[in-house]
């Protein structure tokens, strides 16, 4: 991607174009997950799909860049930056998945979590039943305890890109129902 195309790009989404958003992250998510994979300690990758990491912050990155809390000089400005995002939020999964700290480099983590972040999980987790057909409501149970996408497409019978594609779109409803974008519910 170039500069001038990122900075179209930029624009459309800052305007609430879904379209260009969705360009921004084909663009740019093949790079996010062999950085994850990379990362990611062989004994790890059966818990960890690189795929689902990157989505859940790409829905965090979206708000940001739809804010226009970020400014970027060029592509190579967007990719370090989105690159620490991921991450950290890979860590902090890690983390909040209680696995063995010696295996990742070790961010400290400060305290376990507290009442009010488990009261906005449950929130999370209602909102996403909510959004979630019936008919899908299996994938999201298994996501919950942590499957992944082949694991949930043996037990559903779907293809894992169908999971993939299911996950995605959750998490796109979930973006536009927290207000991230023009037209939300």
């Given amino acids: ?17 879904d379209s260009a958003a969705e360009e921004l992250y084909t663009a740019i998510s093949p790079y996010l997950r062999m950085v994850v994979r990379r990362s990611m300690p062989a004994r790890l990758r059966a818990k960890f799909d690189s795929s689902d990491v990157v989505q859940s912050a790409w829905v965090k990155l979206l708000d940001g860049i739809r804010n226009q809390a970020w400014q970027f000089e060029d592509v ?38 507290s009442p009010s972040d488990e009261a906005k999980a449950d929130e999370l987790w209602s909102q996403l039943r909510q959004l ?9 149970e298994y996501k919950l305890k942590g499957m992944t996408l082949d694991e949930i497409a043996a037990k559903t019978g779907l293809h894992p890109s169908s ?3 299911i996950l995605y779109e959750l998490s796109w ?6 207000g991230i974008g023009a037209g939300s519910v």
């Fill in 1 to 17: 991607m170039e500069w001038s195309s990122l900075q179209t790009v930029l624009e459309k989404i800052n305007r609430g174009d």
């Fill in 76 to 113: 190579k400005h967007l990719r370090a930056f989105v690159k620490t995002v991921v991450l950290h939020h890979f860590l902090n999964r890690v983390r909040r998945a209680n696995l063995e700290r010696d295996t990742l480099p070790v961010l400290p983590s400060n305290h376990d979590p």
């Fill in 132 to 140: 979630c057909p019936p008919q899908h409501h299996d994938v999201l």
């Fill in 163 to 165: 999971v993939r594609r």
């Fill in 173 to 178: 409803r979930l973006a536009r129902r927290r």
